[in-house]
DNA sequence: TGAAAAATTAACCATTTGGTTAAATCATTT
DNA sequence: AAATGATTTAACCAAATGGTTAATTTTTCA
């Protein structure tokens, strides 16, 4: 593992905890075991690490499963099937939502909201519902606010892991599992919502 | 206005925009118009005054609307009713769920979990639930799961304000447009997901 | 092998930050 | 008005923080 690895390991892990303003660079560096001289010599600043690792992580959260979601047909098929590899990044990177809705959140952050992929929205989302409503294959729902839900929808338990963890007093396990029963409960609910 | 209610207001407006670590006591001073000596004269502490300020604003997040519940005869009728008050109230204070969300996120605040006032849902959404369900009323869904669902379609546009207005360019008046139609929308959503 | 380049370290620095203090001002009561 | 207590201020402080630097070690390669 090089150095620059290891310092990007460790400052996902510290940004991700502690936001931006939280994170210490003496801990970044104490985690990655390495003088905190070379954090500056690879990256130069915090805001220049820190944006190395947004750009990274939101890739990892706007991923391209817009290739794979041309085999799916109808839309009803396309949310389905986003739902499900959704849940299976989500489970991987629970942090992931925090950490970008939080970083776009802070004023001064309009610079960071540029760096969101979103063209997979307009692309396969948009253009599939249209169609399939032209041809009465779905309800006469809002296309913006359908797609503003099946994101909270999807999102929300993670934004919320640490209460619902601690309210509940559910293991990790127990989330992970109540996510994964989660997949085909909002596929339900997508195709209750879009069916005529 | 006395300074005391200076202070948290400024505080209030500070820590909503800049969070726990980003905001600075001389930021609340300066907003407030007061000596930063002041901040600690009447709340000893960063940490005092932030809490002052959670407690309170939690409150306004998870509101007393269980009384006017009652009124609501079936759960369906309960839920529409839960989602109009709710848009009211985020409408109102549209930065208040990332605000908490944050708080709660962050490590080592285990105790401000506990701080969340989350009786309501016990008391009138599941026993609700439970009720009309035996009836036959509404759909056989996992009611957490729902719960989960409603909450994330509500809040989430207000979580993901700041990057929905700066990549739609939209102006705030037309978010408050969106999110005023929302209300409908989410509550023809829970009648499709709840109705048998 | 040896010199140049890259990587690493310890010590240091300027600034910022939450918090304190002692003195001053204002309000209240007798 | 004088004494008392509450409020406010300016100056100050120690600790922490992001960042720098000069010297040292390691790597590269002719």
């Known amino acids: 593992m090089t150095t620059e690895e290891k310092i990007i390991t460790a400052a996902e892990q510290i940004f991700m ?3 931006f303003d939280g994170a210490r660079m003496q801990a970044i560096a104490d985690k990655a075991e390495i003088n905190k001289a070379m954090l500056h010599y690879y990256f130069r600043s915090k805001d220049m690490l820190f944006e190395k690792i947004f750009v990274e992580k939101v890739k990892v959260l ?3 499963i817009g290739e794979q979601m041309k085999q799916h047909l109808s839309f009803i098929d396309k949310v389905c099937f986003f739902i499900e590899q959704y849940y299976q990044i989500l489970n991987k990177y629970p942090f992931l939502p925090f950490f970008v ?3 776009v959140n802070k004023k001064d952050n309009q610079h960071f909201i540029q760096k969101l992929p979103i063209d997979f929205f ?6 599939s519902f249209f169609q399939d ?3 009465g294959k779905i309800r006469q729902v809002n296309p913006f606010q359908f797609a503003l839900s099946l994101m909270g929808m999807s999102v929300f ?3 919320a892991k640490p209460a619902l ?3 509940t007093q559910m293991s990790d396990g127990d989330f992970t599992e109540l996510m994964n029963q989660r997949v085909v409960e909002l596929q339900t609910y997508a195709k209750l919502i879009l069916t005529p």
Chains 1, 2 share one sequence.
């Open 165 to 167: 963890v601690g309210i």
């Open 62 to 64: 706007f991923p391209a």
């Open 17 to 19: 905890e502690q936001g």
């Open 133 to 135: 409503q032209a041809q």
């Open 101 to 103: 809705i939080s970083t």
């Open 122 to 127: 307009k692309e396969f989302f948009l253009e």
């Open 157 to 159: 338990p993670f934004l």
